[in-house]
């Protein structure tokens, strides 16, 4: 038995609205990270590796003790025993993917213990197809929200080529208003772009009040019903080129989540095309054409309002050198999806350009975030549980990306192959994780059985419709070239 000891112990930290609304029934949600390595783990060496780093973050040694009518986060004695789980696994095992798939998803059938920290790292020593061991982390929302955690959890990791240096990890750049004309012209512009701000968030949040009270997504073979935070989920995932998302990214003077959101659109008008696909009459394809056309589908993004400290900022929290700020600061984007077949892939890459150009040219996320942080503080975490809850149920999915490091890193010793997050306890039946590394992205997928029993086919399409795009950006190139 390995513990942890704090030195000392003080009144310790509340809970922010947003952690205690992660604790209500319906949205008791958790976010899993599935790291997958090139070698066996060592569970000793990973011992130690925390303890030199996710340990000395205070949410990672710290339990909810509820104290009157307030609910705390409280240092306390960590035993490693309880939060590093190493299974003993058959190496015989016929289907090695779906038994980490299996084991996985047995973590959606019962909840962290409440007694202790609320984390949880399960080191499997079984072969797959993509790695030789996958280490499973699985994490309670209320310590963080996603993007912060998934980079907390790279900040912990270095380089494989150097493995006293940290990962380095691209930064997103922010557009702004160039002064390229006169100045008077110059502030037309700004009072202009002003204006479309402030119509574009106006429709926006018209848009989202509506959703929680009257607008909702076209039932399809992805839309869950009523209790579907509460059934079993399955977690899988598919490894694509990021050479060929950057390849698409530059021909079309895109951006990376133009691309994904494209793969994304074509993929599922290819799952919902063959759901629909029983008409193979002669009208067939007209009809289904017609039939997806119709469909409004919908996706929930959860923006960052308070940025995330970068890599080196979380590894000097780590070592107790900053007070990067810490939690779950988000505001949600409904971001609607094109659903229809194109003749031509690249048209997937237009309309994502044009979707997220106009979303970018909003404020959405900073009101929606305003706006249930005032309804946490006047009506109480009930009441904003309510109103999430129906945001994400009236809408189809999740959506996410994000950035991972540019070259391949090293989990405290472990070179690893892949880095797969997920989440589950939210009202839907489907979200897609998009997840940079090195030259790879990482397709995620969180899904409910009950809904989708095929998320393999899924994952297929979104290979495939990767490859449709890029094909056609390949040879677009090589006919400009001749």
Same mark, same amino acid.
């Given at each position: 038995m390995e513990e942890i000891k704090m030195a000392s112990r003080d009144e310790g930290e509340p809970l922010s609205p947003t952690a205690k609304l992660f604790h209500e029934p319906s949205l008791n949600c958790y976010v899993i990270a599935m790291v997958g390595c090139k070698t066996s783990l060592n569970p000793q060496v990973i011992r130690e590796g925390l303890c030199q780093t996710l340990l000395k973050h205070p949410r990672f040694i710290s339990q909810m003790v509820k104290k009157g009518k307030k609910t705390k986060w409280i240092p306390t004695t960590i035993d490693l025993d309880n939060h590093i789980i190493v299974p003993e696994i058959d190496s015989n095992i016929e289907h090695p993917d779906r038994f980490v798939e299996d084991y996985i998803s047995n973590f959606t059938k019962t909840p962290l213990d409440l007694s202790k920290p609320l984390w949880e790292l399960h080191l499997l020593n079984i072969k797959t197809s993509n790695a030789e061991a996958v280490g499973v982390f699985r994490i309670h929302h209320s310590i963080g929200d996603g993007v912060s955690l998934i980079s907390l959890l790279i900040a912990a990791t270095r380089k494989s080529s150097n493995l006293d240096a940290l990962p380095t990890v691209p930064t997103q750049?922010?557009?702004? =208003?160039?002064?390229?004309?006169?100045?008077?012209?110059?502030? =037309?512009?700004?009072?202009?772009?002003? =204006?479309?701000?402030?119509w574009h968030t106006m429709v926006d949040l018209v848009l989202f009040t509506?959703?929680?009270?009257?607008i909702k997504d076209t039932p399809t073979p992805l839309k869950g019903q009523l209790g579907v935070e509460l059934n079993n989920k399955?977690?899988?995932?598919?490894?694509?080129?990021?050479?060929?998302?950057?390849?698409?990214?530059?021909?079309?003077?895109?951006?990376?989540?133009?691309?994904?959101?494209?793969i994304t659109q074509a993929a599922?008008?290819?799952?919902?095309?063959?759901?629909?696909? =029983?008409?193979?009459n002669s009208n067939g394809v007209k009809h289904r054409s017609n039939v997806l056309k119709k469909i409004q589908l919908r996706a929930s993004i959860l923006v960052n309002i308070r940025p995330v400290g970068g890599i080196q900022d979380l590894a000097d929290m780590m070592a107790e050198?900053?007070?990067?700020?810490?939690?779950?600061?988000?505001?949600?984007?409904?971001?609607?999806?094109?659903?229809g077949l194109h003749e031509d892939p690249l048209e997937y890459v237009r309309q994502a350009k044009a979707t997220i150009d106009r979303k970018k040219h909003s404020l959405e996320a900073i009101c929606s975030y305003t706006c249930a942080k005032l309804v946490l503080n006047l009506l109480g975490v009930k009441v904003a549980a309510t109103i999430t809850r129906r945001?994400?149920?009236?809408?189809?999915?999740?959506?996410?990306n994000v950035l991972g490091p540019v070259e391949e890193i090293s989990f405290y010793g472990h070179h690893v192959e892949y880095i797969a997050p997920g989440v589950y306890g939210h009202p839907q039946a489907l979200t897609i994780h998009f997840q940079s590394?090195?030259?790879?992205?990482?397709?995620?997928?969180?899904?409910?059985?009950?809904?989708?029993?095929?998320?393999?086919?899924?994952?297929?399409?979104?290979e495939?419709?990767?490859?449709?795009?890029?094909?056609?950006?390949?040879r677009k190139h090589s006919t400009n070239v001749v």
């Open positions: 750049k922010r557009d702004t =208003l160039h002064h390229r004309s006169s100045p008077f012209w110059w502030w =037309l512009m700004a009072i202009w772009w002003g =204006l479309v701000l402030i509506l959703t929680i009270f009257f399955r977690f899988t995932y598919c490894i694509v080129s990021m050479d060929d998302i950057k390849l698409v990214k530059n021909e079309m003077n895109t951006t990376i989540n133009d691309v994904l959101l494209a599922l008008t290819r799952y919902l095309n063959r759901a629909y696909g =029983l008409d193979e050198k900053s007070k990067v700020k810490w939690g779950n600061g988000m505001g949600y984007i409904i971001l609607p999806f094109s659903i945001v994400l149920f009236n809408t189809t999915l999740s959506f996410s590394y090195a030259n790879k992205m990482t397709i995620s997928l969180s899904v409910d059985p009950l809904v989708i029993p095929d998320p393999y086919l899924l994952c297929d399409d979104l495939q419709s990767l490859k449709l795009i890029c094909d056609v950006v390949k």
